[in-house]
C-alpha cells in the first residue's frame, strides 16, 4: 500500500490570502509536527511510500519530511499551480493512483489519536472510508453517508436522508482498482477545465457509479481528531483535541 497526501495549498482560510505562513502540515502540537506525526505511523503501520504532492513552500516540507523519514520513504511531486484548487493536486497523483496498488489517501491538515489510521489500514474492507457520528469540524464538513450498513453518498452540503452520517476526518483506502477510476475521474475534470470545486467529487463521482457495497467504512467516533481549516479549528485543537490526544486510552 502507499499513501497519497496532499499538503500544496497555502491555508487560506487559516491565514488569509497571499500569506507566506509554514504549510499545516508543518503545524506544531508538543513540539511534533503534523507532517512527523503523520510519517511514524505510517512507517510503522508497514504502509510502503508516502507521495505528497507539494507546492506552497515546498522545500520546508520536504526538508521536515526528511528528517523523520526513512530514507526513500517519501517521493514529493510539485504542483506548480497549486494556487489554484486542489482537484490540480489531486491530479498530480494520477500516476501513484493507476500504479495498481492499493492507496491510503490523506489529508494533510489532520490532528489525530493514530488509532484512527491503524483501524482504517488494518481494516479487512478494501475501499473504505472512516466516520465520526460526533462533529469535529466548525464548519464545511465533509459526510460520509450509510444506508443498510453501506456507504451511498459522500460530499460536502448533503441532506440528512439517510439512516446513518458523520463527518469524515479526510483519510480513505481504495483498491488498485477503485484508485485507476478516481484518477480517470479526477481527469475528467481536469479535462472539461472544471478546477474550481472540491476534490472529494472526483471520489463521490466514482462512489456513485460503482455497485452498492464497493465501498464500506469504520466508525472512529470518540476517538480525537480534528481538521484544522480555520483559526477556530486551530484554537480547538490546541484547547480541546490535542489534550485528548493526550490522555486517550482505547
Known amino acids: 500500500m502507499k499513501a497519497l497526501m496532499l ?6 482560510r487559516l491565514y488569509g490570502d497571499e500569506n507566506d505562513e ?10 511534533q509536527s ?14 510502503k511510500e508516502l507521495v505528497m504532492i507539494v507546492g506552497h513552500r515546498q522545500d520546508d516540507l520536504i526538508a521536515e519530511a526528511e528528517t523523520f523519514a526513512d530514507k526513500g520513504f517519501v517521493r514529493p511531486i510539485f504542483n506548480p499551480r497549486y494556487k489554484e484548487g486542489p482537484l490540480l493536486s489531486m491530479a ?13 489517501f490523506m489529508n494533510s491538515d489532520v490532528l489525530y489519536h493514530p ?6 489500514i488494518r481494516s479487512p474492507h478494501r475501499n473504505c472510508f472512516i466516520m465520526d457520528r460526533q462533529f469535529q469540524s ?6 460520509v453517508c450509510v444506508n443498510g450498513g453501506e456507504v451511498v453518498d459522500f460530499g460536502k452540503g ?13 483519510f480513505l483506502k481504495i483498491s488498485g482498482e477503485i484508485a485507476a477510476k478516481v484518477a480517470n475521474s479526477t481527469q475528467g475534470f481536469i479535462d472539461r477545465s472544471d478546477i474550481e470545486g472540491p476534490y472529494e467529487q472526483a471520489f463521490r463521482e466514482v462512489l456513485i457509479g460503482e455497485p452498492r457495497g464497493t465501498f464500506s467504512v469504520e466508525d472512529v467516533t470518540g476517538i480525537p481528531w480534528i481538521e484544522i481549516d480555520c483559526p477556530e479549528d486551530l484554537d480547538k485543537a490546541n484547547r480541546k483535541t490535542f489534550p485528548r490526544i493526550s490522555d486517550y486510552r482505547a
Open 7 to 12: 499538503a500544496a495549498g497555502v491555508a487560506r
Open 115 to 120: 488509532l484512527i489510521l491503524e483501524k482504517l
Open 92 to 104: 498530480k497523483g494520477i500516476d501513484v493512483l493507476r500504479g495498481g496498488t492499493d492507496v491510503l
Open 34 to 47: 503534523l507532517l512527523q506525526r503523520h510519517i511514524e505511523p505510517l512507517q510503522a503501520y508497514g504502509v
Open 158 to 170: 448533503l441532506g440528512e436522508d439517510f439512516e446513518l452520517f458523520g463527518e469524515w476526518p479526510g
Open 22 to 31: 509554514l504549510p499545516k502540515a508543518l503545524l506544531h502540537f508538543n513540539d
Open 138 to 143: 466548525n464548519a464545511d464538513q465533509v459526510l
